[in-house]
């Protein structure tokens, strides 16, 4: 039988090893739609955090009830429900945040990285861990969105958090605020995530 690997390995194979976005290449939808400023990203992040962390735990607890030919919609109810509960309350207290995310707060529901720990980890593990899993991974796409996100406001618009950074004679970049941008710069995060790996391989 194999060894399990401790909370403390379980938490960080999440920010980088098995990072969702730069390692496992999941989530790219919203990584790409939503990051044209630090907030959104962040906002999106901490979405993503809510509903992770409360699906896992609900779904590792019923493990044992939940009858395998019906997993994957019960995953997709307990994530629907927390979903909702999320986008209701950044309807309510962060009107525009929620206007700016749109329709991508809903679609968390089908989110790969969400469905994907509930099957792979949260389903055949105990709660405890099932949430620092969960922790991890969704710290690790929110950590990833915000510098993403940051990155793209910062030399698009010249702010980070809506906090001027640039001087005055700084000349935006408008296409890092566009669609084109967000290619550009996850492309660029990723190959430097290979590189960096690459070198801590030697």
């Known amino acids: ?27 790219l939808c919203p990584a790409l739609a939503v990051t044209n400023s630090g907030i959104n990203g962040l906002s999106m992040g901490l979405a993503v955090i809510f509903t992770l962390v409360m699906s896992s735990a609900i779904i ?7 009858p395998k030919e019906v997993r994957i919609p019960t995953f997709i109810i307990v994530i629907a429900t927390f979903v909702t509960i999320a986008d209701k309350m950044l309807a309510a207290y962060f009107p525009d945040i929620s206007k700016a995310l749109g329709p991508f707060v809903p679609l968390i529901v089908v989110n790969c990285i969400i469905l994907g720990r509930q099957e792979a980890f949260a389903s055949k593990n105990s ?24 990155f793209r406001e910062l030399f698009g618009v010249g702010t ?7 001087p005055d004679s700084f000349e935006p970049l ?16 990723i190959g430097i995530g290979n ?6 391989a030697k």
């Open 195 to 200: 590189w960096l790996n690459a070198r801590r």
């Open 160 to 166: 980070i958090f809506a906090v001027q950074i640039m």
């Open 1 to 27: 039988m194999a060894k399990k690997i401790t909370l403390s390995r379980e938490f960080l194979k999440g920010l980088w090893d098995e990072n969702p976005v730069l390692r496992m290449l999941l989530g």
């Open 127 to 150: 709660v405890g861990r099932a949430v620092i899993d969960a922790l991890g991974m969704s710290i690790g796409f929110t950590i990833t969105l915000t510098i993403l996100g940051s």
């Open 60 to 66: 590792s607890l019923a493990r044992n009830i939940i």
């Open 174 to 189: 408008m296409v890092m605020v566009l669609q084109p941008g967000a290619f550009l710069t996850l492309g660029l995060m």
